[in-house]
């Protein structure tokens, strides 16, 4: 009852307001560095033709595959966006997008034309900060295997990833973790240098 609840609520919420969100991107599966760009420029565009509104889009990066061994390095950015959908409905859309583009969801981490990540909406925490706190606290060996049946906001993992937050940086460097109370730039600046040095600008 409790966790229908807080549901609830964020529901409500999400219906008056417009809210900020916050969006990773990514694709290693391409003949060329210049076709996964071209593959994440397409994705932004059809998400701004769906009638999401796009304020920021970071700079390209090189990242290594993640985990590594996982395949070719990948091309990842980060996007702020404004919208009035509840996070259930732009998960839909961004998941249209990728199957447009032709993802296919075979394996958890495998290589992907393009990954759409919903990382943050305004300070929402989904469905409940139990469950949140539950996902984050997953061992490494189930996180590699198991996948959440319902959406989880923050992203569990946004804090641990700096081929997430490097570019996050660029556009949301203040964007506090509703969860951990830090911002974009502290998480960052937490990661250890060699994995914030592994995420490069795309010259």
């Known amino acids: 009852m409790k966790q229908a609840t807080e549901r609830n609520k964020v529901n409500e919420k999400m ?3 417009r809210s900020v969100t916050l969006i990773a991107l990514g694709a290693n599966v391409a003949l060329t560095q210049s076709e996964l760009v ?6 932004i565009k059809m998400l ?3 009638g ?3 304020r920021a889009v970071s700079k390209f990066y090189k990242t ?3 985990p590594a061994g996982a395949g070719p390095d990948y091309i990842n950015a ?3 966006a404004i919208t009035d959908w509840a996070p259930a409905r732009l998960l839909e859309e961004l998941h249209r997008i990728e199957a447009e583009m032709g993802r296919k969801r075979v394996q958890r ?3 992907r034309c393009l990954d759409l990540d919903l990382i943050a909406v305004d300070d929402i925490v989904m469905p409940d900060a139990q469950t949140y706190h539950d996902w984050v606290d997953l061992p490494l060996e189930r996180q590699m295997v ?4 319902q959406l989880i906001l923050p992203h569990p993992r946004v804090h641990e990833r700096a081929f997430v937050l490097v570019p996050l940086a660029d556009v949301a460097p203040d964007w506090v973790h509703p969860v951990r109370g830090q911002t974009v730039t502290q998480m960052r600046d937490a990661l250890p240098a060699a994995l914030r040095d592994e995420v490069t600008v795309m010259e």
Do not use: H, N, R, Y
């Open 78 to 80: 980060a996007l702020v």
């Open 48 to 50: 701004a033709d769906a």
């Open 52 to 54: 999401v509104t796009i």
């Open 64 to 66: 290594p595959a993640f």
């Open 109 to 111: 981490w495998g290589q």
């Open 15 to 17: 219906s008056q307001f």
């Open 146 to 149: 198991e996948a959440p049946e």
């Open 38 to 43: 071209t593959s994440l420029q397409k994705a």
